[in-house]
């Protein structure tokens, strides 16, 4: 029989995992970054040595305060009713995926702890509470919601002349209601395994931690891939286009 004493200890050995994970892949990031640059930033080590505390990956943080919290998370889904579920999570994808977005960042940021606390309430509740949907339906919602997105970017540069935030409507409710979509689109799929797809799954939370490393991040979206440069000419021929 396995005791909440029992879980509490596997969530504390996924934490200590996970910290130690993004240690090293945090460190060889700074050795390598170090070794070409020849130059030794103190402030690039102690951001290395402790990549939590000065939020350098923000979903393994909200990830960890998630895993710390599940035990009293799980407890409360397994005993409350649908009827309260459904308030409770309504609220949180309210507080978390649509205030940011009217600049109200009191209980989230464009991306934090709401975000992965909403989805994990989500999955819950699909777990608890199956939900089938047409699968046309389904598609159509992850279309609708994906030209949502690009549109409020075209929006936005024309009505802010590329001065304002161009991405406030990429985050919050509209990539969740994408997201939600993708989700039960594939839950509702016949199971299946490859193990092509599951190398490359293990592969990702390390590529993650790499390419948002601090270190590495200027380095390969600034210079190698240029994304920024990229972005700007798009937008200037959307407009060119339109106009």
């Not at 690039?44 to 305060?65: G, H, K």
């Not at 002349?161 to 016949?190: D, E, H, M």
């Not at 994304?227 to 798009?234: L, Q």
């Amino acid at each position: 029989m396995i005791t909440r004493e029992d879980v509490v200890s596997k969530n504390i050995k996924r934490v200590g995992k996970i910290w130690l994970e993004v240690l090293f892949y945090s460190t060889i990031c700074f050795l390598i970054v170090t070794s070409f640059s020849r130059e030794l930033s103190i402030k690039r080590l102690i951001v290395a040595l402790f990549p939590f505390s000065f939020s350098e990956y923000w979903f393994v943080t909200a990830y960890i305060m998630l895993i710390i919290l599940m035990p009293l998370i799980d407890l409360g889904i397994k005993h409350i009713t649908k009827y309260t579920y459904i308030y409770i999570l309504v609220s949180i994808i309210l507080f978390s995926q649509v205030f940011p977005i009217i600049n109200n960042n009191i209980f989230s940021l464009s991306k934090g702890f709401g975000d992965v606390l909403a989805a994990y309430l989500l999955g819950g509740f699909l777990k608890k509470y199956p939900v089938k949907l047409n699968r046309l339906i389904l598609i159509m919602g992850i279309s609708i919601s994906y030209l949502l997105m690009l549109c409020s970017i075209l929006v936005l540069s024309i009505l802010t002349k590329n001065s304002g935030n161009l991405f406030r409507f990429c985050y919050g409710i509209l990539p969740f209601v994408t997201a939600v979509n993708i989700f039960i689109l594939f839950i509702n799929l016949p199971s299946t395994s490859n193990e092509i797809i599951n190398k490359i799954a293990r592969s990702v939370f390390s590529t993650y931690i790499i390419t948002e490393n601090s270190n590495i991040n200027e380095i390969l979206w600034h210079h190698i891939f240029n994304i920024i440069d990229r972005t700007t000419n798009k937008f200037k021929l959307l407009k060119t286009t339109k106009n």
